[in-house]
């Protein structure tokens, strides 16, 4: 009996004992090696033991000399080019890479790299950077945030992030629709002067375009990077610039204005073989290519800001209204003749009133010498038989056939002349 109880009171003491040191182990703090590889990194893992040491907004400048930030730029598209209001929209990647040696490496990193939280981004050091020439600019968060930080071996972080720009562009249109726009997308230091900061484009690949870019009106025929550091009145900014040399096509102009118009131009020399009595006729066709010109004009710059200085597209429509009026002021100086009264012009002699003056007088003197001659013989005699009196030619010239003659010269100086105008203007615009 005794001898039950002690073993029963073994066994509890041995249950109490288990239980304890259960609650022990769930009660006690975990590992922090533990807790490390199941959390990742946090950021004072990167950060000086010394925060002290750290200021956010200072650049990690090594041994005095100004950090140096590399950028690179993939052009996904360039869209929307907007010639009224001057800006274009354009989809890129944007990388930064630059050296921090202030920051420490985590412990056991084997990897080339270390994807680190975008967010400590706010707690670290970071170009100031901006888009000078950026009206908007959209960051893309679908369907995560498009942008990542890296931290290599020997400290250096690189930011890539995708945008959306919207970009001003200072066109010039004094040789549309032959113009080509330069546009560029300048990134520029915000608060650092090139003391502090000196942006550099990546020696390896700095830009990369999109081949498959395809505009409506336009093509890229060349791009390049640039260093467009300024100097304000607080110093030097260091900044970086692409370039875009957009060339216009002329498929899109040549048959919306060009061919149209100059279709209007011949169709207005219609008249010109018309008959100058068909009033009507001639004059409705003239209004009607004036009308559809100025309509044409105003179409053909619908897209274009209201610029003050003569365009190449001005001076192609201008001349082309000039031709059409001067075809209405043709049938207004061929109308006036019609109605005007025949013309007499005196060639040679003396008129007929004066002929017959001196046939009078010949019959007196006759009559005085005794010669009895009649003065239709006298007068017949006097034009065939004098050596003395010159003969009289009499040419009529119609108002008629003066307006019949303007339309016969006009049927060919009117196509010369526009012929003319196409070889001046094509030679001068087309090879720009």
Not at 37 to 57: E, M
């Amino acid at each position: 009996m005794s001898w039950a109880f002690g073993a029963s009171s073994t066994v509890s003491l041995w249950l109490l004992r288990t239980l304890c040191l259960f609650w022990l182990l769930s009660s006690a703090p975990p590992d922090s090696t533990m807790v490390r590889a199941q959390t990742g990194l946090v950021l004072h893992d990167i950060l000086p033991r010394d925060l002290k040491q750290y200021d956010k907004n200072r650049p990690p400048k090594y041994e005095g000399h100004a950090t140096i930030v590399y950028f690179h730029v993939t052009v996904l598209s360039v869209d929307s080019i907007d010639e009224e209001s001057m800006t274009y929209v354009a989809d890129i990647f944007l990388a930064q890479s630059w050296r921090d040696h202030r920051l420490r490496l985590p412990e056991n990193m084997t990897e080339e790299y270390r994807i680190l939280d975008v967010e400590w981004l706010h707690n670290i050091w970071r170009p100031d950077c901006f888009f000078k020439n950026a009206k908007k600019v959209t960051f893309h968060e679908m369907s995560v945030p498009n942008h990542y930080l890296w931290l290599y071996h020997d400290k250096t972080l690189l930011y890539m992030a995708k945008l959306t720009l919207v970009l001003s562009c200072a066109m010039k249109f004094e040789a549309y629709p032959h113009d080509t726009q330069i546009c560029s997308m300048m990134i520029e230091s915000l608060s650092h002067t090139t003391h502090d900061l000196v942006f550099k484009w990546n020696e390896t690949d700095p830009l990369v375009v999109n081949p498959d870019i395809e505009l409506p009106q336009l093509d890229i025929s060349r791009n390049n990077t640039e260093d467009c550091t300024l100097t304000y009145s607080t110093g030097n900014f260091t900044c970086l610039a692409v370039v875009f040399n957009l060339r216009r096509r002329l498929g899109y102009h040549l048959f919306h204005t060009y061919v149209p118009s100059a279709i209007t131009v011949v169709m207005s020399w219609i008249s010109f073989w018309i008959k100058p009595e068909a009033i009507p006729a001639r004059v409705t066709l003239g209004v009607t290519s004036l009308l559809t010109l100025a309509t044409q004009n105003q179409q053909s710059q619908s897209s274009l800001p209201p610029v003050s200085y003569i365009k190449a597209i001005d001076v192609w429509m201008s001349s082309c209204t000039v031709f059409v009026f001067a075809s209405l002021l043709q049938f207004g100086l061929v109308n006036y003749f019609m109605d005007a009264e025949p013309l007499t012009k005196d060639m040679t002699g003396y008129s007929v009133e004066d002929l017959t003056d001196l046939d009078d007088k010949k019959s007196e003197d006759g009559r005085a010498n005794g010669y009895s001659r009649s003065r239709s013989r006298s007068r017949s005699r006097l034009r065939s038989h004098s050596p003395g009196v010159p003969q009289y030619v009499v040419h009529r010239c119609t108002g008629k056939d003066i307006a019949i003659y303007i339309d016969k010269f006009s049927r060919f100086f009117f196509p010369f002349a526009f012929f003319i105008l196409n070889v001046s203007y094509w030679t001068t615009y087309g090879t720009m």
